[in-house]
C-alpha cells in the first residue's frame, strides 16, 4: 500500500494539503527562494492539471517582514516584533504565491487564521465551508497563521499541525510536509550516522513518539519532528495519510513521486466530523483522570460516569474540552464536559445516588456523553 501511496498521486489522492517551511522558502538573508519555488508551483500545476485539488499552508511571513522592517532575531525577538513582521511579511508573502501561480494560469486565494478559528466550533465549520467553496472554484488557496494578531497563549507554534488542521477542516485525503530531512528517523540523522529512515507508520505509538527530535534545525522556523508526529496525529485520526518528505531538492514533489524517500503516516478510519474536530483539538481547559473500570468502559464505546473518575484538574465551564487520562498519565479520550470543573471535582468517584445528594439533584447522569467524546 506504501508504494501505491508514494507520491502521493492523484489518482489515488483527490485533495492534497502541502506545507511549505520557513526555512525552504525564505533564504537566511530574509529573501525568497525564487527559483526554488518556482520548481514547486510547477508540481502543484502539473498536479493540479492531473485532477487533484492542492491547499498549500505557507510560513515565511515573519522571516520576510523581518528583512524589510531591519529586525533582529528574524523577527523573533519579542512577541511585538514578530507581530509587526508577520504583518509586512504576509503582503510580500501572498504577492509572492499570488504571482508565480498566476504564471500558470492558477489563481491563488489567501486564508489567514489563528488557533480559536479552528479551536472554535463554529469558525471551524466557517474555515471549512470556505475551503470548501474555493475548492469547487478551482482556487490554491494559501493558508498561513494570522501571526499578526496571535499571541503566544492562542498560537499554533508552527505549520506542521495548523496544515494537518486545515487538512481535516478541507476533508483532504492527504497532507505533505516539506522539510529539512527526508522522513522519520530512528533517531536524529543530523547527527546519528546509524540512523535509519521509516518509511511507514501504522500507528504513533510511544517508540515511534520516543524518535522525534523538538528542534528546528534552521533556528528559523519553529517546528521540529515533534510538532511532525503531532501534526500525523491529527492528520491520520481525520483519516488522511500524512508524509515527510525532503524539501531541500528541486522540484520535490516530482523528485518523490520518481522515488524520492519519505515516511507516510496512514490514516486511521475517519471519525465522525464531530469527533475528529475533538481529537484535533490542540487547546484543552481540564484533565479528568479515571480508573481502569472506566477506560475499559470507555474503550467499548461508553460514556464516562462520575463513578469511575479519580481526579479533576484545571477550571473549565460545562461544554469545554477536557482531556481524560488514564491511571499511568496517558491521554485516552477528548471530550465536552457535562459539569464545571468544580461540580466535576464534587461528585468525582460518587454514584448516582450520591450525587443527587451531593447536589440537590442530578442534572445530568454522564461526566462526558460518549456522543461528545473522541478516543486518541
Known amino acids: 500500500m506504501t508504494s501505491s501511496l508514494s507520491g502521493f498521486p492523484p489518482a489515488l489522492i483527490r485533495r492534497l ?12 538573508d530574509g529573501r525568497v527562494r525564487d527559483a526554488w519555488l518556482r520548481t514547486l508551483v510547477d508540481d502543484i500545476a502539473a498536479r493540479k492539471q492531473a485532477g487533484q485539488q492542492i491547499i498549500v499552508v505557507s510560513s ?8 524589510r522592517l531591519k529586525l533582529p532575531k528574524g523577527g523573533r525577538g519579542s512577541l511585538e516584533d514578530a507581530q509587526a513582521a508577520a504583518a509586512t511579511g504576509q503582503i510580500a508573502l501572498s504577492q509572492c504565491w499570488a504571482s508565480l501561480l498566476q504564471d500558470k494560469g492558477i489563481t491563488a486565494a489567501q486564508m489567514l487564521v489563528t488557533l480559536e478559528d479552528l479551536e472554535h466550533r463554529r469558525r471551524y465549520l466557517n474555515a471549512s465551508a470556505t475551503l470548501e467553496r474555493l475548492m469547487a472554484l478551482d482556487v490554491v488557496p494559501v493558508v498561513n497563521e494570522n501571526d499578526s494578531v496571535a499571541t ?4 499554533f507554534g508552527d505549520n506542521d499541525r495548523l496544515a494537518a488542521r486545515i487538512g481535516q477542516a478541507a476533508r483532504a485525503d492527504a497532507v505533505v510536509l516539506l522539510s529539512d530531512v527526508d522522513g522519520l528517523y530512528t533517531a536524529n540523522p543530523h547527527v546519528d550516522a546509524d540512523a535509519m529512515l521509516i518509511e511507514r507508520i501504522e500507528r504513533i505509538d510511544a517508540r515511534i513518539a520516543g524518535m522525534a527530535d523538538g528542534g528546528s534545525a534552521s533556528g528559523m522556523g519553529s517546528g521540529g519532528m515533534t510538532s511532525k508526529i503531532e501534526a500525523a496525529r491529527i492528520a491520520t485520526g481525520a483519516g488522511a495519510h500524512l508524509a515527510i518528505i525532503s524539501g531541500k531538492v528541486d522540484a520535490p514533489l516530482s523528485h518523490w513521486e520518481q522515488g524520492g524517500r519519505g515516511s507516510i503516516f496512514i490514516a486511521a478510519p475517519a471519525k465522525r466530523a464531530r469527533k475528529g474536530w475533538l481529537a484535533g483539538r490542540l487547546t484543552v481547559r481540564g484533565r479528568i483522570t479515571i480508573d481502569a473500570g472506566a477506560e475499559r468502559a470507555l474503550g467499548k464505546g461508553n460514556s464516562l460516569l462520575p463513578a469511575g473518575v479519580s481526579r479533576v484538574e484545571g477550571f473549565f465551564a460545562r461544554g469545554d474540552v477536557v482531556d481524560i487520562l488514564a491511571e499511568d498519565g ?6 465536552l464536559s457535562e459539569y464545571d470543573s468544580e461540580q466535576a471535582a464534587r461528585i468525582a468517584g460518587k454514584r448516582s445516588e450520591d450525587i443527587a445528594i451531593l447536589l440537590g439533584e442530578l442534572p445530568r447522569s454522564v461526566l462526558v456523553h460518549r456522543d461528545h467524546m473522541a478516543m486518541v
Not at 494539503?17 to 537566511?28: E, F, N, R, T, Y
Not at 515565511?60 to 528583512?67: C, D, P, T, V
Not at 503566544?152 to 498560537?155: D, H, N, S, T, V
Not at 496517558?330 to 471530550?335: E, K, L, S
Open 17 to 28: 494539503v502541502i506545507k511549505i517551511g520557513s526555512a525552504l522558502l525564505v533564504d537566511p
Open 60 to 67: 515565511g511571513a515573519i522571516a520576510l517582514g523581518a528583512r
Open 152 to 155: 503566544a497563549e492562542i498560537r
Open 330 to 335: 496517558r491521554v485516552i479520550a477528548r471530550g
